[in-house]
């Protein structure tokens, strides 16, 4: 079991900068990639940004430019560093990650974790 807990999310200014943290523990071990998503009131929830256990890291085409994920593999703690906050960025944001468990003899599943989300709210 892997447990992540989200936190620095709060209300902001248009324009202003906010740091997301996501810390994950538990069986910390065998996580793979993890990312950034978000959910607006009566929207599908989105990919923002993902980081893989090597570094890569991809970014929602929305967010370019403004928000950088990053991952301290030490800790396992990911980052979402979000810039130049727009009102379209409010939403709640959950971390996920993806993590090896092992279901059966020579059966390995990945299974995706998510934190409780924190809320960012961006003011015009």
């Known amino acids: 079991q892997v447990q992540l807990v989200e936190s620095g999310g709060g209300l902001v200014q248009a324009g202003d900068s906010l740091r997301l943290s996501c810390a994950a523990s538990?069986?910390?071990?065998?996580?793979?990639?993890m990312g950034w998503y978000r959910q607006a009131p009566g929207k599908e929830r989105e990919l923002v940004a993902a980081?893989?256990?090597?570094?890569?890291?991809n970014d929602a085409d929305s967010v370019k430019g403004r928000f950088t994920i990053s991952r301290e593999n030490t800790t396992t703690t990911m980052y979402l560093q979000m810039n130049s906050l727009k009102p379209q960025d409010t939403a709640v944001y959950y971390c996920?990650?993806?993590?090896?468990?092992?279901?059966?003899?020579?059966?390995?599943?990945?299974?995706?974790?998510w934190g409780q989300g924190t809320q960012v709210t961006v003011s015009s």
């Open positions: 996920k990650a993806g993590s090896f468990t092992v279901q059966a003899w020579c059966i390995i599943l990945l299974t995706a974790y």
């Open positions: 538990g069986d910390t071990i065998c996580i793979s990639a």
């Open positions: 980081i893989t256990s090597a570094g890569s890291t």
